[in-house]
């Protein structure tokens, strides 16, 4: 069985700053795929960030990046240089099986709980 | 890029009403749908996975009668909420496959009063 695991609380960060998401994923598939997705208060899933678990770099998207240590099932994303629009619901999600499309929504997600990121300006 | 609409984006009906949801692809063919379900301040469920021209595959312990899914066509999905309770109140979302990409829709927010 797959599970996703986002504990953190409320995350602050300031403007300009760096802020790490935690995300740690269990499943005993040894094909899989991680994601990253922003939800903004009007509800809209958008796509940040793929990582498949036979990449052996970790992703990047612009100011997005997936610190993707295997070993220990994690996939924390990194959001470099924070902006006020960045404030949102963040989802780390996995697709069981083969790694295949980057966006993710084609396959039956599995998605943690949440984490909500407020911006300070 | 590649849209997925969803209608209505927002809806208030009466307990007992059915409620229905278009998922619809608007510039390229989707085989796959896909539902989900999102509680205030809790993570998207996926409800069940919709195949054009064939009975949709449901999650477990998501009642098939009560939440009706078809996919006639290979641009539109419909979830329709039946005999809706408060309960039901909740955000649904859709995301639609291609060959190549795939995105969600912009969700709809169900209030059952």
């Known amino acids: 069985a797959q599970k996703i695991t986002q504990t953190q609380p409320g995350m602050f960060v300031q403007e300009k700053e760096a802020v790490t998401l935690d995300c740690t994923y269990d499943?005993?598939?040894?094909?899989?795929?991680l994601f990253w997705y922003k939800q903004p208060s009007s509800g809209e899933m958008i796509f940040l960030i793929y990582?498949?678990?036979?990449?052996?770099q970790n992703a990047t998207e612009g100011r997005y990046s997936l610190n993707f240590q295997k070993a220990r099932k994690s996939a924390n994303l990194v959001i470099s240089a924070s902006q006020l629009g960045d404030s949102a619901m963040y989802f780390c999600a996995m697709r069981e099986g083969p790694p295949a499309r980057r966006t993710g929504a084609n396959s039956k997600l599995t998605f943690g709980k949440g984490i909500t990121l407020s911006v300070r300006p | 890029g590649a849209v997925v609409s969803q209608h209505p984006s927002r809806v208030i009906c009466k307990s007992g009403t059915s409620v229905k949801i278009e998922c619809r692809s608007l510039?390229?063919?989707?085989?796959?749908m896909f539902w989900y379900r999102q509680f205030p301040k809790q993570s998207l469920m996926l409800m069940a996975t919709?195949?054009?021209?064939?009975?949709?595959?449901?999650e477990q312990g998501v009642e098939k009668d009560k939440f009706l899914i078809n996919h006639a066509s290979l641009t539109l999905s419909t979830l329709t909420v039946t005999s809706a309770h408060p309960e039901d109140s909740s955000f649904y979302i859709c995301s639609a496959k291609s060959n190549t990409e795939a995105f969600f829709g912009q969700g709809t927010r169900l209030t059952v009063v």
């Open positions: 510039d390229f063919q989707a085989t796959t």
């Open positions: 919709s195949n054009e021209g064939s009975k949709a595959t449901y």
């Open positions: 990582q498949g678990s036979y990449d052996e």
């Open positions: 499943t005993s598939d040894q094909s899989y795929g």
